[in-house]
């Protein structure tokens, strides 16, 4: 059975950062898709970064230049670094795992295995 849980979440001030660290356990493929997803109150869930077993990457448009995604693949381990946080960016972080075709979008319903996430609060 498939693990998968986050932490890192703090509250910081706008410009700062924060490394979110996702830990999954039981996963056997080589093939896959990590990524992150953020939900703010109110608005729906929405893909941040995604990276494959292949080690290629993809981000949100919002994020891009600040957020950095990486694995250590010996580890399970999914990161993401933020920098230059924005207020914007508060929400609930998550962390999934899926098939490798996942990272071909931004359809959450494509990851199978999601953790139970990671409060990320930005003040002005």
């Known amino acids: 059975q498939v693990q998968v849980a986050e932490s890192g979440g703090d509250t910081v001030q706008a410009g700062g950062s924060l490394r979110l660290t996702c830990e999954v356990s039981g996963y056997t493929t080589s093939s896959y898709c990590m990524g992150w997803f953020r939900q703010a109150p109110g608005k729906e869930r929405e893909g941040v970064a995604s990276?494959?077993?292949?080690?290629?990457?993809s981000y949100a448009d919002s994020v891009k230049g600040r957020f950095t995604i990486s694995k250590d693949t010996p580890k399970n381990t999914l990161y993401l670094q933020m920098n230059i946080l924005k207020p914007d960016d508060t929400a609930m972080y998550y962390c999934?795992?899926?098939?490798?075709?996942?990272?071909?979008?931004?359809?959450?319903?494509?990851?199978?295995?999601w953790g139970q996430g990671t409060q990320v609060t930005v003040s002005s």
């Open positions: 990276i494959d077993s292949d080690g290629d990457t």
């Open positions: 999934a795992t899926g098939p490798k075709a996942a990272c071909g979008g931004w359809w959450a319903g494509g990851y199978n295995n």
